[in-house]
């Protein structure tokens, strides 16, 4: 239940620490359960998933083309009317299978804050400045070798009210599909050295800290461009796919 | 267990509560033509472990068509009339969600027919999967159903409402929690 004054950030970074020194290695995933993150408490469910082999239709991803994405929706720094405040970015990576496989013309969505951590979002009170020229989402298709690319601005980190002075460290949000609908992945992109990272309980979620590491991009100045934006790379690796490298090329 | 030559995969995090403006789309919702021949809507609420309906869920279902085939065709975000078996619908302020689509049918003799489910929720840290299965006697056979204890079957079964729709209530946690699901290789 929620406390009736705010948790410090102390006592969040305690819990924190406990739970991680009672954590097993080698806990790759994303704990549901993870009281720190207070929004969670009620929201995990308390019951083991049921292990199950997936039928035809979770075999099948959704299939996204050319009809659905328009290739400027790569560009959050396109607006009719001027361009954003920031750090001009440019973001890139692939999209594997855990076989290392990539995935091929699949949809990637992305959603962030501006630069100052203001969301476009009407519930966001943060009382930093909304950019008129930023809306912050953007979509696009990966290609043969699995690649997705978005030009953008870096997102500045904000406050939340998870507990008092909690500050969100600068994410991306991505959301992205296999070429199974079991390997559904919804994920935030965060950025080298953030001095936020040990207090945020959304990201240390992950107890183990290699794992926390692969949602950190790395710094790519063969990406950045000459007197135009800086460049970061962030490879995705979505969970094995079930179907046989036969099966899948009949569906290709 | 992981395989040999198998890269972990990278670790979700939560959805958040600003994802309206990104993820949710008009035609997300509306697989099929509201009032065409052959459609039903598929309602209901999501709820948490206080009992209390959760404003700011995801949900994306995915679905054979009412002949059992599964679509493998573009677009699901731009429909332009297409059936792609693919939807999603946000919550609204009392944890409703509704889409417009068809009924699948089995995708093979004797099968149960369901849909795919995925669920994201600020405060759930990573997606979860269930099915919602179309009730009928072909439940009866399904292995994972009858692998369930009876009292929790029934939070994986659609109720018939009174429009010949289907109603579907998922619990994210306490009394009734629905049942999810991991899949071969999801455990990292």
Redesign the interface.
Known sequence: MWPMTPATQRSISDEIAQLHAAAEP???????D?AP?R?????????Q??????????L??????????DPIEADLTLHPQGEPIGERMVVTGRV?D???RPVRGQ?V???Q?NAAGR???K??QHPAPLDPHF???G?CLTDDEGRYRFTTVKPGPYPWRNHDNAWRPAHI?F?LFGRE??Q?????MYFPGDPLFPLDP??Q??TDEQ??R??IATYDHDVTTHEWATGYSWD?????S?ATPMEEDD?A | MR?Q???????????????????PYDDGPRLAPPGAAGTIRLHGTVY???G?P?PDALL?I???DAAGR?????????R?GRF???GRAATDAAGRYAFTTVE?AP??DG?AA?F?V?V??????????TRIYIPGPALDGDP?LT??PEERRGTLVAMRDSNGGLRHDIR???DG????????????
């Not at chain 1, 929004?39 to 019951?47: E, G």
């Not at chain 1, 099948?60 to 994405?69: I, N, R, T, W």
């Not at chain 2, 994201?120 to 999967?129: K, T």
């Open positions: 080698g806990e790759t995933r994303t704990r549901l993870f993150y929004s969670s408490t009620l929201r995990h469910p308390t019951k998933p049921l292990a199950v082999d997936p039928e035809e239709v979770e099948a991803a959704p299939v996204f083309g050319q009809s659905d994405v594997l855990a076989d290392g949809l969505e992305i959603w804050a969301y476009v979002h519930r966001d809306h912050g989402a979509r949000h959301s609908f079991t559904r992945l919804v994920t935030q959304i990201f979620s992950i794992a926390r692969r949602l995705i690796v979505l969970t094995g079930h569906h | 395989e030559g198998r890269s972990t995969p990278t670790p979700g995090q939560t959805v958040g509560p600003f994802f309206h403006y990104a993820l948490d472990g206080a209390a959760v994306e995915r679905q054979a599964i679509p493998r065709t573009e677009g699901s975000l731009r332009d792609t078996g693919w699948p995708t093979r099968a369901y795919a995925t994201f929720a600020r405060g759930l840290l990573d997606r979860v999967f994972l692998a369930l994210l946690q306490g929690e629905t049942v999810f699901l991991t899949f071969p290789g999801h455990d990292g």
